[in-house]
């Protein structure tokens, strides 16, 4: 398993932006594929953006054009850019990586859009 701690979420106004990051406490992090997925309240978890190993990317529809994924083999980092941000992104974000040992998710991070 993976340790995995997200940073960087906070209240914004709607319109406004956010970086994520989520710090892997492996050796191996390039042979992850991560993810960001968020919980609203009442709402199932849901993927937000991913991005493999290899670098492609996938976003919801929701986020395409706004949100940005990214990785940092170096630091071991992968992040989450948020821009034109709205109330109905408001969640908690979990960062989640994919590996041979299977699934690891971060404690989560609130992300709180004020309209």
């Known amino acids: 398993q993976v340790q995995l701690v997200e940073s960087g979420g906070g209240l914004v106004q709607a319109g406004g932006s956010l970086r994520l990051s989520c710090a892997a406490s492996t050796s191996i992090f390039s042979m992850y594929d991560m993810g960001w997925y968020r919980q609203a309240p009442g709402k199932q978890r849901e993927m937000v953006a991913s991005?493999?190993?290899?670098?492609?990317?996938d976003y919801a529809d929701s986020v395409k054009g706004r949100f940005t994924v990214s990785r940092d083999n170096a630091k071991n980092t992968v992040y989450l850019q948020m821009n034109s941000l709205k109330s109905e992104d408001t969640a908690v974000y979990y960062c989640?990586?994919?590996?041979?040992?299977?699934?690891?998710w971060g404690q989560g991070t609130q992300v709180t859009v004020s309209s």
């Open positions: 989640n990586a994919k590996g041979a040992a299977g699934n690891s």
């Open positions: 991005i493999t190993r290899g670098g492609s990317t």
